[in-house]
C-alpha cells in the first residue's frame, strides 16, 4: 500500500506566502478531495508538491522516499503525477500520440481505452480537434499510463457540462479502486465528496478541515462556513 505524506509544507509566490504549514496525507485505494474558494491555494499546494514551482519548507514523502529535495522529473519517476489545469494536450498529435508520451513500457493503451472508452474512437483524432471532455479524459488517461503511485488531480471539470463532470468522477472513483492514491481539486463539492473518502478545506493558504467526506457532504451549511471563515451557530 502506498502513501504519500505532506508536512509543514510551505510554498510561496513572488515572495508571498501563498500556502502555510499544510499537512495532507493520501493512501492507495482512497481518495483525498481538497476544497477551498478561489485563491485558497490549492494550485499552487499541488504545484509544490510535484515539483513546478520550490517549496518554501515541509517535507513531501512517497513510501517514505522524500521528495520534496528533488526534480520535478524524478518526482514523476517516483510515482508522483500531476494533472494540471488546462487540459495541457499535444494538440498536433493525435490522442493515441499524447497517449505514448511518458507511457511507462509495462502500461499498455488498452488501459486507458478501458477507463475511457469514449477515446477508443478518436485515438487517430489530433488532439486538439476533441472536445473539452475528451481532452480531460486524454490528460488523466496519459498520467494513468505513467504507472504512478499518486496522482493529483488539479479542477478537472473547470468548464464541462455536468454529464461529463459525473462521467470524470466515476473514473477518478475507479483510479482510487484499482489502488491509486488521488487527491483531487475541485470546484464542484458535492460531487467531488460524493466520490471521495477524505476532505480537506483550505482558506487563505492553510487547512481549516481535515475529516470525512461524508461528514461535510450532509453538512453543506458547515462546509459554507468554511469557505467563508464563518463561525458556527451557537
Not at 518526482?75 to 489545469?85: D, I, S, Y
Not at 462521467?167 to 481539486?185: C, E, F, I, N
Amino acid at each position: 500500500m502506498s502513501s504519500f505524506e505532506v508536512r509543514g509544507v510551505r510554498v510561496n509566490r513572488a515572495e508571498l506566502a501563498i500556502v502555510r504549514q499544510v499537512d495532507l496525507a493520501v493512501e492507495s485505494g482512497r481518495v483525498s478531495v481538497l476544497l477551498g474558494a478561489n485563491g485558497a491555494g490549492k494550485t499552487t499546494l499541488l504545484e509544490g508538491l510535484s515539483g513546478v514551482i520550490p517549496l518554501a519548507g515541509g517535507t513531501v514523502a512517497l513510501d517514505g522516499m522524500a521528495l520534496h529535495n528533488i526534480s520535478a522529473g524524478r518526482r514523476a519517476r517516483a510515482g508522483l503525477a500531476h494533472v494540471e489545469q488546462g487540459r495541457t494536450v499535444f494538440r498536433q498529435l493525435t490522442a493515441e500520440e499524447n497517449l505514448q508520451v511518458g507511457r511507462h513500457p509495462d502500461a499498455r493503451l488498452e488501459e486507458a481505452y478501458d477507463l475511457f472508452p469514449e477515446l477508443s474512437a478518436r485515438r487517430s483524432v489530433r488532439a486538439g480537434l476533441l472536445s473539452g471532455g475528451e481532452q480531460q479524459m486524454l490528460v488523466i488517461a496519459r498520467a494513468l499510463l505513467g504507472r504512478p503511485k499518486v496522482i493529483l488531480i488539479d479542477e478537472m471539470s473547470a468548464g464541462l457540462a455536468p454529464v461529463v463532470v459525473g462521467r470524470l468522477m466515476q473514473a477518478v472513483r475507479r483510479l482510487a479502486d484499482d489502488g491509486l492514491a488521488v487527491v483531487l481539486v475541485e470546484q464542484f463539492a458535492a460531487l467531488a465528496l460524493a466520490i471521495g473518502d477524505r476532505a480537506y478545506v483550505m482558506r487563505r493558504g492553510e487547512m481549516v478541515y481535515d475529516g470525512g467526506c461524508d461528514v461535510l457532504r450532509q453538512s453543506p451549511d458547515d462546509l459554507h462556513r468554511l469557505y467563508l471563515g464563518e463561525a458556527p451557530p451557537a
